[in-house]
């Protein structure tokens, strides 16, 4: 059972918090998805997704791929709150930029406790979000589930707002920091080139400056439509 992981070991956590990002939609995690998001072998993950479900943390029916069982969500969104937690921390606290917080948290959310993760959220004031904008599961195991759609998605003429960017690379989110997309942040889509060729977005509104952006880094923003507020009867 679960007990034959009391501190979970680093790979586990890795595992788990994967597993989670693949199947948050609903889906079961392929092991091929597993094994590119962790860089590790097929095979190495096969052998891993046995011992998972041993200890009840994944339901894995074979052809089907993986899922996390009721204690391996528990898990897993343990280790996300401490990771976004220090990722705010970093941010807020020690001024890290945005491009810089993910790797230093992936090594630190091993090996800070609960309790130092809990000072730092109360030093806080419980942030709800990351620097990227996504939701931070509460200390009681609670996560806010995004109603959202990526800019790709986004029609002409429609107005929305960025919730989250889901991206880690350095180099693109200094991209889109220089380009002012960043969550909170209010926009309208001008035009889609069609076979997801770029988006012309305005920053803004219609009033802004139009720029274009690439369909593949569209797909990582997460965005919210943005009620009108008409003044005019
Ligand atoms: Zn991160």
């Given at each position: 059972?679960?007990?034959?992981f009391?501190t979970l070991?680093?790979?586990v956590?890795d595992y788990?918090k994967?597993i989670y990002?693949?199947?948050?939609?609903?889906?079961?995690?392929a092991?091929s998805q597993?094994a590119?998001?962790?860089d590790?072998?097929p095979a190495s993950?096969?052998g891993?997704?046995?011992?998972?479900?041993?200890s009840g943390y994944?339901e894995?029916?074979?052809?089907?791929?993986?899922?996390?069982s009721?204690e391996?969500?528990?898990?897993?969104?343990?280790i996300i709150?401490?990771?976004?937690?220090l990722e705010?921390?970093?941010?807020q606290?020690?001024?890290y930029?945005?491009d810089?917080?993910?790797?230093?948290?992936?090594r630190?959310e091993?090996a800070?406790s609960?309790?130092l993760?809990?000072?730092?959220?109360?030093?806080?004031?419980?942030?709800?979000?990351?620097?990227?904008?996504a939701?931070?599961?509460?200390r009681?195991?609670?996560v806010?589930?995004?109603d959202?759609?990526?800019l790709?998605?986004v029609g002409p003429?429609?107005?929305?707002?960025?919730?989250a960017?889901?991206d880690n690379?350095?180099d693109?989110?200094?991209?889109?920091?220089?380009r002012?997309?960043?969550p909170?942040?209010?926009?309208?889509?001008?035009?889609?080139a069609p076979?997801?060729?770029p988006?012309?977005i305005?920053?803004g509104g219609p009033g802004g400056?139009?720029?274009a952006i690439?369909h593949e880094i569209?797909?990582?923003i997460?965005v919210a439509?943005?009620?009108e507020?008409?003044t005019?009867?």
């Amino acid at each position: 059972m679960a007990d034959d992981f009391p501190t979970l070991s680093r790979s586990v956590e890795d595992y788990l918090k994967v597993i989670y990002g693949l199947s948050e939609k609903g889906a079961a995690a392929a092991t091929s998805q597993i094994a590119d998001s962790l860089d590790v072998q097929p095979a190495s993950v096969s052998g891993m997704i046995k011992r998972l479900a041993e200890s009840g943390y994944v339901e894995h029916a074979p052809y089907h791929g993986v899922r996390l069982s009721p204690e391996g969500t528990r898990e897993a969104l343990r280790i996300i709150r401490r990771h976004r937690i220090l990722e705010t921390y970093l941010s807020q606290r020690l001024s890290y930029s945005w491009d810089d917080v993910h790797d230093e948290a992936e090594r630190l959310e091993h090996a800070a406790s609960d309790e130092l993760i809990d000072r730092m959220a109360r030093a806080l004031n419980d942030p709800r979000h990351d620097p990227h904008g996504a939701p931070i599961p509460t200390r009681e195991g609670s996560v806010e589930v995004a109603d959202d759609l990526t800019l790709a998605e986004v029609g002409p003429g429609e107005r929305v707002q960025i919730r989250a960017v889901r991206d880690n690379d350095p180099d693109r989110l200094r991209y889109l920091k220089a380009r002012g997309l960043l969550p909170g942040v209010i926009l309208s889509v001008d035009s889609r080139a069609p076979f997801n060729g770029p988006i012309t977005i305005r920053l803004g509104g219609p009033g802004g400056s139009a720029q274009a952006i690439g369909h593949e880094i569209a797909t990582r923003i997460r965005v919210a439509g943005v009620q009108e507020h008409r003044t005019d009867p």
